[in-house]
């Protein structure tokens, strides 16, 4: 049977390629906008008719009606990191959440210590050797796809066709859904003075040819604004959003000094606007791999001068970082911090930034705090702390003492509560 009899074997519409499921499936869906949105449309229309079926994602971008505790029962969301769609029910106890760091989940996945019976995703168009690409999220569905019962695809033009080790043979789909809305778009984050301050102070750091790993939120993309200026910078990071690209297009990204993957940007799933996923499309300077290899300390330590900037909500007088809950309520996940923190300590001249303005609710509290607040969960841990910075200052924890940390620490904390943070650090000991 030729590919394209193939093709027309497994095309269907979005109600019949659901109804592949089976009471008590775990669907695994990609991050971000690798969701397919008419698949879990025709999901949450039909989600009544199921029992014990669940939905494993990282940030989920859309709330769609399953996404429900009046039907958790019948499709229930688990998160791997909660998005804005599903926070609200982790907050409340509904939405499950499996701990994990990014770079492991294809292996929780092989092991079979995480379920994964279908996949749904959004695919490119099939070229003519029969393979589509899951270009906006290989991350951990790339294993997934190897896992499971059923594979069902949403075949849209506007995904674009990327290299890299992010492509789905025909033979290995089991039903097929086209759709033509144009991909989800994410804008940049607002960046006011605080965190242009923050960017300067990391800009001032980065030296002409290294390699970024950036993250989501203000302070990474006000970072990025600030090194439009550096030369021959590399790119090797887990997102590829329209801060990176805005480097690409002013010259800063040339990936010449790489010393791995030399001439090559690499990431694992894409977040941006539609000007980014036409970038995308069959780039040679760009490769999609699954995050068990962008993520994987081992691998991104082999670039040389790799610099990883992430942020954090809080952290404590020893360095250890809170990312991911306000307390005990969960608001994210570990996402990749931890891989790319212990990659840029292993790299040869690497730099491990994290970023966080000094106060919140209005300057009423500081983030820098002798201890984390209870119940806070751990993402980047004392030992593996490098670079903190606010927009008071940088401190290098780093081989520091917990004496010399405090210190480092409350230096760059806000004016107001560095008399507080010394009496509370000597009464701590």
Avoid at 30 to 54: N, Q, Y
Avoid at 223 to 232: A, F, G, S
Avoid at 281 to 305: C, K, M, Q, S, W
Wanted: proline share 6%; aromatic share 6%.
């Amino acid at each position: 049977m030729s590919i394209q009899d193939l093709y027309q074997q497994r095309r269907m519409s979005a109600h019949d390629a659901v109804g592949l499921l089976r009471d008590g499936d775990a669907i695994v869906v990609p991050t971000g906008v690798g969701e397919p949105p008419t698949l879990m449309g025709a999901l949450s229309d039909r989600r009544r008719e199921w029992h014990g079926v669940t939905v494993a994602q990282i940030l989920a971008v859309r709330k769609y009606a399953y996404i429900d505790p009046e039907t958790a029962h019948h499709v229930r969301p688990v998160a791997y990191f909660y998005g804005g769609a599903t926070r609200p029910g982790g907050q409340a106890g509904w939405v499950d959440f499996i701990p994990n760091c990014f770079s492991e989940l294809p292996s929780l996945i092989e092991r079979g210590l995480t379920p994964a019976d279908v996949v749904f995703t959004m695919a490119s168009p099939m070229d003519a050797h029969g393979y589509f690409a899951i270009s906006l999220a290989a991350d951990y569905t790339m294993a997934a796809i190897a896992k499971a019962r059923a594979v069902v695809l949403e075949v849209n033009p506007n995904v674009p066709f990327a290299y890299g080790r992010c492509h789905v043979h025909i033979s290995q789909v089991a039903a097929l859904v086209e759709s033509s809305e144009p991909v989800f778009e994410v804008g940049l984050p607002t960046i006011g003075p605080v965190q242009e301050a923050i960017g300067r102070q990391v800009a001032d750091l980065i030296d002409d040819g290294s390699t970024l790993q950036i993250g989501y939120g203000g302070i990474p993309d006000a970072v990025v604004m600030q090194l439009t200026q550096k030369r021959d910078l590399g790119v090797h990071t887990e997102m590829f959003g329209d801060g990176l690209l805005t480097l690409v297009e002013s010259g800063a990204v040339t990936n010449r000094r790489k010393n791995h993957l030399p001439g090559k940007m690499v990431a694992t799933f894409a977040l941006g606007s539609n000007r980014l996923y036409r970038f995308m499309d069959r780039n040679p300077a760009l490769e999609i791999h699954p995050v068990d290899f962008t993520n994987d300390p081992y691998e991104a330590g082999r670039n040389d001068n790799l610099v990883a900037i992430n942020a954090t909500l809080q952290i404590d007088l020893l360095g250890q970082c809170g990312s991911e809950s306000l307390g005990p309520l969960p608001y994210s996940g570990t996402g990749g911090q931890t891989d790319f923190v212990r990659a840029a300590n292993r790299s040869r001249g690497g730099k491990a930034f994290i970023v966080l303005p000094s106060t919140a609710k209005g300057d009423s509290i500081s983030r820098i705090v002798p201890a984390l607040s209870a119940g806070t969960h751990v993402s980047t841990s004392k030992n593996d702390i490098n670079y903190v910075v606010t927009e008071y200052g940088v401190a290098q924890l780093r081989g520091k003492s917990a004496c010399q940390r405090a210190a480092a620490l409350i230096a760059i904390a806000h004016p107001k509560f560095r008399d507080e943070l010394t009496a509370q650090a000597r009464r701590l000991g």
